[in-house]
Nanobody, 127 residues
Framework: VQLQASGGGLVQAGGSLRLSCVPS????????IAWFRQTPGKGSEFVAA????????YHADSVRGRFTISRDNNKNTGYLQMNSLKPEDTADYYC?????????????????????WGQGTQVTVSS
């Protein structure tokens, strides 16, 4: 199983980016998808998660109202639309897959809820 994350880059504060996550080797719709981010010296920070059907989702307080997680099961792709970016959003962003496709709001933000991880895509927001 592999997860390929892409779409990162350098953007000015206030700008937008859309990250994509393309899996291979798994039945995409059967898994919850999440995005985490990490900066040097800090642990992984939950960003957002979405259920297998795409009908349930959660966003971290720090990104709610600016970021939107979504997925297209027909295209086997997950997305993270990031708007109104701030310098503090600078991080490596990782997509992950796990669970049974049913999203539990009590555990969706845990790293341990996901068993497959992609490589990071770097997002840099300049002030």
């Amino acid at each position: 199983v592999q997860l390929q994350a892409s779409g990162g880059g350098l953007v000015q504060a206030g700008g937008s980016l859309r990250l994509s996550c393309v899996p291979s080797g798994l039945t995409f719709k059967n898994y919850n998808i999440a995005w985490f981010r990490q900066t040097p010296g800090k642990g992984s920070e939950f960003v957002a998660a979405i259920s297998g059907t795409g009908l349930n989702w959660y966003h971290a307080d720090s990104v709610r109202g600016r970021f939107t997680i979504s997925r297209d099961n027909n295209k086997n792709t997950g997305y993270l639309q990031m708007n109104s970016l701030k310098p503090e959003d600078t991080a490596d962003y990782y997509c992950a897959a796990g669970g049974s496709g049913i999203l539990d709001g009590n555990t969706a933000h845990f790293v341990s809820s996901y068993i497959y991880w992609g490589q990071g895509t770097q997002v840099t927001v300049s002030s």
